[in-house]
């Protein structure tokens, strides 16, 4: 039987291979930020920063949490709701949105699925890459091949048509 430890690791695994597939492919990705949205702890805006040294890399949260060895400038954190503060944040063209503000509940996940595929697409330059821990439907997200190491539903990857 599965545990949700399991589930854990092979989601956060999951994230990590994704981020680091897209890091090879970074030079045919638009210009423009990063943008992590949803910084907890900071433990992906860490990868993100040694992944894309050359990137400018903002996050989104209600507080800026991060691990004090890996804590965003208080000028690259937007602090406040998503919902609301991915909006001020339309056509900043980025080249990458990561999403990882799931909860674990499929109740409470099925309500920000309604708003967050919106936001990302009004974030995200055409080309610009959407990594997520929710699924995204949107009709101008294209779902992307994963990484082998990814079974289908653990993570998503889409590209902003
Ligand atoms: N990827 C992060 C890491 O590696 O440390 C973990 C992110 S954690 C799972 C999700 C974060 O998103 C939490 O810090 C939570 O406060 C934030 N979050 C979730 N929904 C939010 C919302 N609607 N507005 C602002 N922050 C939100």
Redesign the pocket.
């Known amino acids: 039987m599965r545990t949700r430890l399991d589930d854990f690791i092979s989601r956060i695994s999951a994230?990590r291979d994704i981020l680091d597939y897209i890091a090879e492919k970074q030079a045919s990705l638009p210009d423009g930020p990063i943008l992590?949205?949803?910084?907890?702890?900071?433990?992906?805006?860490?990868?993100l920063r040694v992944r894309f040294p050359n990137r400018h890399i903002i996050a989104?949260?209600?507080?800026n949490?991060?691990h004090g060895s890996c804590r965003p400038d208080d000028g690259d954190v937007v602090l406040?709701?998503?919902?609301e503060?991915c909006l001020s944040y339309t056509g900043k063209r980025a080249a990458i949105g990561?999403a990882?503000?799931?909860?674990g509940y499929p109740e409470k996940d099925a309500v920000?699925r309604e708003w967050l595929p919106s936001r990302v697409v009004a974030v995200l330059a055409p080309g610009g890459l959407a990594v997520s821990?929710l699924e995204l439907m949107h009709p101008e997200l294209e779902e992307m091949p994963l990484p082998a190491s990814v079974g289908k539903g653990r993570y998503f990857l889409y590209r902003r048509r």
């Open positions: 994230q992590e949205i949803g910084l907890g702890n900071g433990r992906t805006y860490s990868h989104f949260d209600r507080e949490g991060a406040g709701d998503i919902k503060t990561h990882d503000i799931g909860t920000i821990g």
